[in-house]
């Protein structure tokens, strides 16, 4: 893939590649990439997490309910290890 940059930009991040040492400027672009999925999955979260406050009080989790998690949390530890 290759992109081009006004040459503003382009002496901006040749800046950032010295600045920040970078080797390329591919490396430069490959890590504000890396930042930016970061950020819009935080954003996700951040989201969800507000809509499961906003949508009120939940009923009380039971014992049952946590051993219910409890062991689909043990099936994929088992499976993840499995895979290894």
Known sequence: MN???PPTLKDWVDDQV???GFGT???FVRQVLREEQ???LHQR???ALIE????GPSTPMTAKD???IRYEGRRRLA???KAK
């Open 3 to 5: 992109i081009s940059l």
């Open 18 to 20: 010295s600045r920040r």
């Open 25 to 27: 400027a591919s490396e």
């Open 38 to 40: 970061q950020r819009q």
């Open 45 to 47: 979260i951040d989201a």
């Open 52 to 55: 499961g406050i906003e949508s």
């Open 66 to 68: 946590w051993d219910e």
């Open 79 to 81: 499976r993840r290890k």
